[in-house]
């Protein structure tokens, strides 16, 4: 069984920078693709950004291109989310999740495992 743990929320204002780490545990890093998620109030859960199981696909939302970056470290089997040029739109629960296959992480389909979220809040 994967355990899925973020943090790095808070409270930040426009135009400034957080940076969001998922710690894994439980099966072999290497074989689970990796990804983002968030969910805004009164809103469905969207697609952030994705990472393969070797770090070298990385995919994005439109979104948050050009801002955010998705990187894993093997040494400590984590998945960061570096953002940067923050949006009060950005504002949401941030979720973590792990998958098998790289090709479910954009459609969220099915993915095995998802954390407990953290609160990202941008203020204008």
């Known amino acids: 069984q994967v355990q899925l743990v973020e943090s790095g929320g808070g409270l930040v204002q426009a135009g400034g920078s957080l940076r969001l780490s998922c710690a894994f545990s439980?099966?072999?890093?290497?074989?689970?693709?990796m990804g983002w998620f968030r969910q805004a109030p009164g809103k469905e859960r969207e697609f952030v950004a994705a990472i393969t199981g070797g770090g070298g696909g990385t995919s994005y939302a439109d979104s948050v291109k050009g801002r955010f970056t998705i990187s894993r470290n093997y040494a400590t089997t984590t998945t960061n989310l570096q953002m940067t040029s923050l949006k009060p739109e950005d504002t949401a629960i941030y979720y973590c999740?792990?998958?098998?296959?790289?090709?479910?992480?954009?459609?969220?389909?099915?993915?095995?495992?998802w954390g407990q979220g953290t609160q990202v809040t941008v203020s204008p």
């Open positions: 999740a792990a998958d098998p296959y790289y090709s479910n992480m954009p459609t969220m389909t099915a993915l095995d495992y």
């Open positions: 439980g099966r072999t890093f290497t074989r689970y693709a």
